[in-house]
């Protein structure tokens, strides 16, 4: 099947600084979400993104579908982003299934 | 409007117990899943069903049964529990193709001793 695989797997950050988070996968893909689980264990979705670019607000979202790599940039951050970040790929052609990548876990700290 | 809703929050059973683990939504999504949430592995998919009367599995479908009777209700049964199922169970629904924008559920965290 396809594989996803993030970096860093743990980051922590001061309050204010700018940080990026990668996504690779192995094969085409249609369908490209990012995704932030709070501390709270509530899963929120941030972009759908199987090519482009994409922002909001703080948050923007760059994936180049030839080279199989998506980056998520925080920019500003806050305590507020702490949490563990995900890359979920669906194959191009594959059935409708979503697989995720063991994610990044982003620590701000104030 | 509820979102996507999941009973019960917290649930303990012992080995060979049988449960169901609810997932309700009001958004008339057709698709829906099943996630596990284990420390380390990220979501992997149980099940998924794309409309009423259609479910087929995921990448972890082995001691999960899945139904489909309604557009709103998806119930995941574990027919005799495993300390290997131990974990935090997500249900989420999905808007149709082009905008795929992912609704989860609060989650279920289940103890199988």
């Known amino acids: 099947g396809i594989q996803v695989e993030q970096s860093p797997p743990d980051l922590i950050l001061q309050e204010g600084a700018n940080s990026t988070l990668r996504c690779n996968f192995s094969?085409?893909?249609?369908?490209l979400q990012w995704f932030h689980q709070n501390p709270w264990g509530q899963l929120i979705n941030l972009f759908y993104i199987p090519s482009g670019t994409k922002q909001n607000g703080r948050l923007s979202a760059t994936t180049v579908a030839t080279e199989r790599y998506s980056l998520l940039y925080i920019s500003s951050s806050q305590t507020t982003d702490s949490g563990v970040y995900f890359c979920?790929?669906?194959?191009?052609?594959?059935?409708?299934?979503?697989?995720f990548g063991k994610g990044t876990k982003l620590t701000v700290n104030p | 409007n509820a979102g996507v809703t999941q009973t019960p929050k917290f649930q303990v059973l012992k080995t060979g117990q049988s449960m169901t683990l609810q997932c309700a939504q009001d958004?008339?999504?057709?698709?829906m899943s099943w996630y596990r949430q284990d420390p380390g592995m990220g979501l992997r998919l149980i099940h998924y069903?794309?409309?009423?009367?259609?479910?087929d599995q995921g990448e972890v479908p082995n001691g999960y049964n899945v139904s489909r009777s309604t557009t709103e209700d998806f119930p995941l049964r574990l027919l005799s529990a495993a300390p290997s199922q131990t974990s935090v169970y997500f249900c989420?629904?999905?808007?149709?193709?082009?905008?795929?924008?992912?609704?989860f559920g609060p989650g279920t965290r289940l103890t199988v001793t």
């Open positions: 979920a790929v669906e194959k191009k052609g594959g059935s409708e299934k979503l697989v």
């Open positions: 069903s794309v409309g009423a009367g259609i479910t």
């Open positions: 094969d085409s893909v249609n369908n």
């Open positions: 958004m008339n999504h057709e698709y």
């Open positions: 989420a629904t999905r808007t149709p193709s082009g905008l795929y924008e992912q609704y």
